[in-house]
């Protein structure tokens, strides 16, 4: 499940439950019946599985699959130092997944990088203590309970406060801005109507002068 965020600078800020593993793997945020999808990190560099694309010295490529360090392309297996390749390109990831018993905890995240304080997991309900950062699932899945899962994420939402503060302001300006134009179409049209300046000023709270000299072309 996910929470949408303000956009900052055309960075979007959604927050989510983030699985965590003990070898320090996270999970991406989505889950089915072969485990927790885990997430690539930008350097984590060519897995087994994935499609890559070998640039050598000479201006060649080449294209397979990573294998243990090998790439197995069309025309059979080529070691991964053949002709000293300058650059490998991951072009197309493969899927990893971990069952959900391997989960140890969960942290708040956002798609801005930004991680909070994980919490472990318990699988005995004894031993939940949300005080001291300890959350229980003790069947064979990793989903949080509704209350817990709302515990992690408010962390993500005081990360947010100040960005959808200033999003909230910015979206009453703008209303702010469109109710004054509506206003001053609004007089115009009553102006062309046959409406004095006092009546105006009367149903908008100003003198018949102040009317006038606010919205009067000659104002």
Known sequence: MGWMG????GQEHEGWVVPLF???AQGAGTTSARGVLIARRPDDGPCDGDRVRLTYRNGATAEGVWSDGTVIGDDGIMPADAGDPVHCEVIEEADQWRPDAEVVGWVAGCTCGWRGIPWARVTAWELAD??????????PWADLEAADETQVIAEWRRHIAGWQALEDVEAAAAGQAAAARAL??????????GASWA?????TGLTG????????PRG
Do not use: C, F, N
């Open 6 to 9: 303000p956009v900052v600078g």
């Open 22 to 24: 003990a070898d320090g």
């Open 130 to 139: 949300p005080a001291a950062g300890q959350l229980v699932v003790a069947g």
């Open 184 to 193: 001053d179409e609004a007089v115009r049209a009553a102006v062309a109507a």
């Open 199 to 203: 009546d105006i000023g009367r149903v």
């Open 209 to 216: 002068r102040s009317a006038a000299e606010r919205w009067s």
